[in-house]
């Protein structure tokens, strides 16, 4: 498995926000979507399907691990499995998010954030 968090880059903008999110603290899936919801003021929220996908897809490449599935009390029976960052998955995400400060920096993008922000 690749450890240069570079050979992940770049991330899409789903993978950069669930890493973010699992940053905070550990999560279920539902507490993802919710917590990606409130990030994004509602402006990105995940279906279940798509969202396990990159979960499984972030777990294979072992920038997430997958916990046991635990009991939820307050919902009687229902099991649910939680999802903590890695610290390979701590490093990419910090790679990504130095890239995009990088390109923000840009003078043409800068320039264009000048000309267009206050539209």
């Known amino acids: 498995?690749?450890?240069d968090p570079q050979r992940f880059l770049p991330l899409r903008p789903v993978?950069?926000?669930?890493l973010v999110a699992l940053a905070e603290q550990e999560q279920h899936g539902y507490g993802l979507?919710?917590?990606?919801?409130?990030?994004?003021a509602?402006?990105?929220?995940?279906?279940?399907?798509?969202?396990?996908?990159?979960l499984k897809r972030l777990v294979g490449?072992?920038?997430i691990v997958a916990g046991n599935?635990?009991?939820v009390a307050e919902l009687d029976n229902e099991r649910r499995r939680y999802y903590r960052l890695t610290r390979l998955g701590?490093?990419?995400?910090v790679a990504e998010a130095e890239r995009l400060r990088a390109l923000?920096?840009?003078?043409?993008?800068?320039s264009l954030i000048r000309e267009l922000g206050t539209a």
């Open 61 to 63: 490449d072992g920038l």
């Open 33 to 40: 979507t919710q917590s990606i919801a409130d990030r994004t």
């Open 15 to 18: 993978e950069l926000l669930i």
């Open 69 to 71: 599935p635990r009991q």
């Open 104 to 110: 923000v920096a840009t003078p043409a993008l800068r």
């Open 90 to 93: 701590a490093r990419v995400a």
């Open 1 to 3: 498995m690749p450890t």
């Open 42 to 54: 509602g402006t990105v929220r995940l279906e279940p399907g798509n969202l396990y996908k990159v």
